[in-house]
Each structure stands twice: as structure tokens, then as C-alpha cells.
């Protein structure tokens, strides 16, 4: 019943921005919270960001703090991210996902994963 749809990724010089938006639909009632992870060729995928669904809880890779910000509108059930001063190892897909237990940065948490939306950072 759960989808996510990721989409606002593009490609961006750095020091740029972008807002990505997870929008859901179908039966949500009982995700816990919301969580943005990357991946890069290559590489492991990467928790990045969380927020509960409250709004109380969010969390912060150590490499994205002070840059990115994680929000929520529950009324269109969507969670975005916004990514300022932009820098190319942030390249990557970013994924968003929902988990029913806890605000983690363990993909093995996260139930239900969106298609993913690329975002590149050139210099």
C-alpha cells in the first residue's frame, strides 16, 4: 500500500542548492519516520537525514550538518530536504524510506524505499 516518490534531484555546480521532496501515499498511519540515504557509485548506501513522524526527532549525518535540512508537511504527506552549499562528494542518489521502528541511519530499519532521484554536483 505505501509508495514513496523522490524527485527535485539535477544537476547543480557547488555551492549550489536543491530541495528534494518524499512524497507518500496509500496507508502511512503507522510509519515511524522518514529517512533520506545516498548512494554513490561504488559505495555503500548512506543514511543522510531522518525525521519522526511527530516533527520531534531529527538526525544528521556528521558530513551533511549545518548544510542540509530536513522537514516535514503532514497534511500533504511529504518530507523534503534541503540541500545547501552543495559539494561534489554529496553526489549520488538519494533515496528516501520509511521505517516503523526507529530514526536510524541502518538501511535494514527502513521497510519501504522510493525509486531514488539522482543528484549530481560538478565542478
Known amino acids: 500500500q505505501l509508495q514513496l516518490v523522490e524527485s527535485g534531484g539535477g544537476l547543480v555546480q557547488p555551492g549550489g542548492s536543491l530541495r528534494l521532496s518524499c512524497s507518500a501515499s496509500?496507508?502511512?498511519?503507522?510509519?515511524?519516520?522518514i529517512g533520506w540515504f545516498r548512494q554513490a557509485p561504488g559505495k555503500e548506501r548512506e543514511g543522510v537525514s531522518c525525521?519522526?513522524?511527530?516533527?520531534?526527532?531529527?538526525n544528521y549525518v556528521d558530513s551533511v550538518k549545518g548544510r542540509f535540512t530536513i522537514s516535514r508537511d503532514t497534511a500533504k504527506r511529504t518530507v523534503y530536504l534541503q540541500m545547501n552549499s552543495l559539494k561534489p562528494e554529496d553526489t549520488a542518489v538519494y533515496y528516501c524510506?520509511?521505517?516503523?521502528?526507529?530514526?536510524?541511519?541502518?538501511?535494514?530499519?527502513?521497510?519501504?524505499w522510493g525509486q531514488g532521484t539522482q543528484v549530481t554536483v560538478s565542478s
Open positions: 524510506a520509511a521505517t516503523y521502528l526507529y530514526c536510524s541511519g541502518d538501511v535494514q530499519s527502513y521497510n519501504n
Open positions: 525525521i519522526s513522524s511527530s516533527g520531534i526527532s531529527t
Open positions: 496509500g496507508f502511512t498511519s503507522n510509519v515511524y519516520a
